[in-house]
């Protein structure tokens, strides 16, 4: 299998016509034709299928196929990029992956400090549930991972960070429960709750008794959606505080804390034994000198 066929295979993916594709590779469409059939031989099965005209769509196994070769292209990419650094100069990307939280502050400060010394360091940022996270470090798309919270880490190595976030509850500020400091379990008795997927199982633990009523309208994974839903009525979006600005009316909705207290560590994860390139270790070492700073203060006080 030749990485200049799953190149190939992708771009027909991406433009759903053997024509487009071939004229955007600038390749004939025989050519291109023939390319696909030798792959779906040496698969041993069909990757695509008729659509409707000229149009052609991926089967199960394209589409399969289509995000292993993502991969496959990818990694090829950067690992051509990092090796075509010359000299001394400290090059490339990093890749960090997470879920939304206002720790991601603490990640600028160390970007800023990195970018303005080593200015060839590229970062992409890549948002998601602590699943799409981990399958993405697995896969190598990502170098580090940010979670928040619980969190299944033992196949990985981790940097906790200092900070920590604050759950509670985003409501309209004509609620009934708006006039309260802080909502208990039995405030949200059989309310509707807005939750992310991997919320679900903390919300119950902390709901405790009160577990059997959760109620769960809708899930989300950006808690900008969620609170569309909030100000629509659909019910009570449970999240971090310091994502979304949400202070008073003028922004439409109110947050208030969890009683009793629910909080979530932060923690900076990467697959054991990964080889960095130099870009990554100097990401890591920045983050681990800020982290250190953070404690010697904390113990100072």
């Not at 053997?18 to 031989?41: C, F, G, K, N, Y």
Request: charged share 30%.
């Amino acid at each position: 299998m030749e990485l200049r066929v799953l190149q190939y295979f992708l771009m027909i993916a991406r433009e759903g016509t053997i024509s487009d594709a071939a004229s955007a590779l600038h390749v004939s469409q025989p050519t291109l034709s023939r390319q696909i059939m030798e792959l779906e031989r040496e698969l041993g099965t069909t990757l695509f299928t008729r659509g409707g005209g000229r149009r052609i769509e991926l089967t199960d196994a394209g589409n399969r196929l289509r995000k292993r070769a993502e991969e496959i292209v990818d990694l090829v990419g950067r690992t051509e990029s990092e090796f075509r650094v010359l000299g001394n100069a400290v090059e490339g990307e990093v890749r960090i992956g997470g879920g939304e939280t206002p720790a991601i502050d603490l990640i600028a400060r160390v970007i800023e400090e990195i970018r303005l010394e080593h200015p060839g360091i590229r970062f992409q940022l890549f948002s998601g549930n602590a699943e799409d996270v981990t399958e993405r470090l697995d896969t190598g798309r990502l170098d580090f991972g940010l979670f928040v919270g619980e969190a299944d880490l033992g196949k990985y190595d981790e940097a906790p960070l200092a900070a920590v976030d604050t759950w509670g509850v985003f409501m309209r500020p004509d609620d009934p429960l708006a006039h309260l400091d802080a909502v208990g379990p039995r405030d949200l008795r059989e309310k509707p709750l807005i939750l992310s997927r991997q919320a679900v199982g903390e919300m119950e633990a902390w709901l405790g008794r009160e577990a059997s009523r959760l109620n769960i309208a809708a899930t989300f994974n950006l808690l900008y959606n969620a609170c569309a839903l909030v100000r629509a009525g659909v019910g009570y979006a449970i999240s971090i505080d310091g994502i979304v600005r949400a202070e008073g009316v003028a922004d439409g909705l109110l947050f208030k804390p969890l009683a009793p207290e629910k909080t979530a560590r932060l923690t900076l994860a990467w697959k054991r034994h990964q080889a960095f390139s130099p870009a990554a270790r100097v990401f890591l070492e920045r983050v681990r000198k800020m982290d250190n700073s953070f404690a010697g203060a904390e113990e100072g006080h």
